[in-house]
């Protein structure tokens, strides 16, 4: 399974973008799709997830302004940010919880990466 994200880029703050995460490989399930997120010099964070069937959930940090949805028939998730501030600024990364043996064993697969730059 591979995950290739686009949509990054140069924003101002109170400015908008969408990050996708395309997933290609896939021929068992997916469980969560997510998007973790790491700024200079700081550890890797937690963005946002949600489940196949919708549920979603986020950190505290962009609760009210990011919204995760999915498109399972395209193995898509996307991240839909508002509002964004310099302290969004990072590289984020999607990840997918992969059933990599068709029988209920998971993993976790990363993409690469994609910049999002918030100025002040």
């Known amino acids: 399974v591979q995950l290739v994200e686009s949509g990054g880029g140069l924003v101002q703050a109170g400015g908008s973008l969408r990050l996708s995460c395309a997933a290609s490989g896939v021929i068992f399930s997916i469980n969560h799709m997510g998007w973790y997120r790491q700024a200079p010099g700081k550890q890797r964070e937690y963005v946002a997830a949600i489940s196949s069937g919708g549920a979603s959930d986020y950190a505290d940090s962009v609760e009210g302004r990011f919204t995760i949805a999915r498109d399972n028939s395209k193995n898509t998730v996307y991240l839909q940010m508002n509002s964004l501030k310099p302290d969004d600024t990072a590289v984020y990364y999607c990840?997918?919880?992969?059933?990599?043996?068709?029988?209920?064993?998971?993993?976790?697969?990363w993409g690469q990466g994609t910049q999002v730059t918030v100025s002040s």
């Open positions: 990840y997918a919880e992969y059933d990599y043996s068709g029988s209920y064993h998971y993993r976790d697969y």
